[in-house]
C-alpha cells in the first residue's frame, strides 16, 4: 500500500527555514514523480515543487524558485523541501504526493497524497 507522511511543518518567522519531510512507504521513488503542494488559506491547491519520474528533473513554482529546494534519499525512501527566506504568503498546509510515471506538476495527475503539514510564517 503506497503512503506518504509529511511533517516538519511549524511556525517561522519571516526570512527564516524549515524543512519538510515526506517519508514513503509501499513504493519506491524510482517509477514514480513526487512532489510538494500548499493550499493557501482562501486559495487553491497549487504545486510547489515536483521531482519527474521520467529523468528526475525537478519544477518548482516561480513563487519559490531560488528559495526552496526539493531532494530525495533513496535510502531513507524520504523526500524533502528546503525551504529558505520563507515569507508570510508561504503560510499554508504542505502535502506531498506520488504519480506513478508521472512527469508533471499537475495536481490532478497525483494518486497518492499525504496528509498535510502546516507552516505558518510570521511577518
Known amino acids: 500500500e503506497v503512503q506518504l507522511q509529511a511533517s516538519g511543518g511549524g511556525l517561522v518567522q519571516a526570512g527564516g527555514s524549515l524543512r519538510l519531510s515526506c517519508a514513503a512507504s509501499?513504493?519506491?521513488?524510482?517509477?514514480?514523480?513526487i512532489g510538494w503542494f500548499r493550499r493557501a488559506p482562501g486559495k487553491e491547491r497549487e504545486g510547489v515543487s515536483c521531482?519527474?519520474?521520467?529523468?528526475?528533473?525537478?519544477y518548482y513554482a516561480d513563487s519559490v524558485k531560488g528559495r526552496f529546494t526539493s531532494s530525495i534519499d533513496n535510502a531513507k525512501n524520504t523526500l524533502y523541501l528546503q525551504m529558505n527566506s520563507l515569507k508570510p504568503e508561504d503560510t499554508a498546509v504542505y502535502y506531498c504526493?506520488?504519480?506513478?510515471?508521472?512527469?508533471?506538476?499537475?495536481?490532478?495527475?497525483?494518486?497518492?497524497w499525504g496528509q498535510g503539514t502546516q507552516v505558518t510564517v510570521s511577518s
Open positions: 509501499g513504493f519506491t521513488f524510482d517509477d514514480y514523480a
Open positions: 504526493a506520488a504519480d506513478l510515471y508521472g512527469s508533471s506538476c499537475s495536481l490532478e495527475e497525483y494518486d497518492y
Open positions: 521531482i519527474s519520474s521520467s529523468d528526475s528533473s525537478t
